[in-house]
T-cell receptor, first 111, second 110 residues
Framework: NAGVTQTPKFRVLKTGQSMTLLCAQD?????MYWYRQDPGMGLRLIHY???????AKGEVPDGYNVSRLKKQNFLLGLESAAPSQTSVYFC??????????FGPGTRLTVL | GEDVEQSLFLSVREGDSSVINCTYT??????LYWYKQEPGAGLQLLTY?????DMKQDQRLTVLLNKKDKHLSLRIADTQTGDSAIYFC??????????FGKGTRLHILP
């Protein structure tokens, strides 16, 4: 089992560019999450999904969009990147009412 | 709203015990978790405690839960250099929502 994987691991964007971060899990988890981690801020939930075809906003959704077309994949999109979106992005997945399993993270820098 | 608080830094000498504390506000917690994040990596579940338990021990780790005071602690006995990491406290409530603390960075002194 690969667990939770994220691609890419690193990315540098210019302001205004767009990109998509991919999260994949092979544990048949219903729930999937996208977080960002910034120094001194801990983890902040961007968007989450409780099942295929469903998405919901988290704590800091502005500037991001998500899609969950397949149960095993959860995509995070930045349509027009801003320097404030420089962060480390973590994907996680879980069964309902159970602990979350995290991916290794994507380090994004927006210049 | 619900909140989970923990101190940001802790320094401990190698071989001593580390105690990382956490307080939470949610009165409908079902599980409380401790996650460990090593440099450049994602969070990994370290241990957890069910909300109707007071204590859980797992090798060098002891979790204490005081439900009345909504206080959770993680004790690491005989702290080693490999324990250097950020430790996150997290609370799962009845709505399946997990709230994370900001993380405590554990620094090991030689």
């Amino acid at each position: 089992n690969a667990g939770v994987t994220q691609t890419p691991k690193f990315r540098v964007l210019k302001t205004g560019q767009s990109m998509t971060l991919l999260c994949a899990q092979d544990m048949n988890h219903e729930y999937m999450y996208w977080y960002r981690q910034d120094p001194g801020m801990g983890l902040r939930l961007i968007h989450y999904s409780v099942g295929e075809g469903t998405t919901a906003k988290g704590e800091v959704p502005d500037g991001y969009n998500v899609s969950r077309l397949k149960k095993q994949n959860f995509l995070l999109g930045l349509e027009s990147a801003a320097p404030s979106q420089t962060s480390v992005y973590f994907c996680a997945s879980s069964y309902p009412g159970s602990e979350q399993f995290f991916g290794p993270g994507t380090r994004l820098t927006v210049l | 709203g619900e909140d989970v608080e923990q101190s940001l830094f802790l320094s401990v000498r190698e071989g001593d015990s580390s105690v990382i504390n956490c307080t939470y506000t949610d009165s409908s917690s079902t599980y409380l978790y401790w996650y460990k994040q090593e440099p450049g990596a994602g969070l990994q579940l370290l241990t957890y405690i069910f909300s109707n338990m007071d204590m859980k021990q797992d090798q060098r780790l002891t979790v204490l839960l005081n439900k009345k005071d909504k206080h959770l602690s993680l004790r690491i006995a005989d702290t080693q250099t490999g324990d250097s990491a950020i430790y996150f406290c997290a609370d799962l409530n009845r709505d399946d929502k997990i709230i994370f603390g900001k993380g405590t960075r554990l620094h090991i002194l030689p």
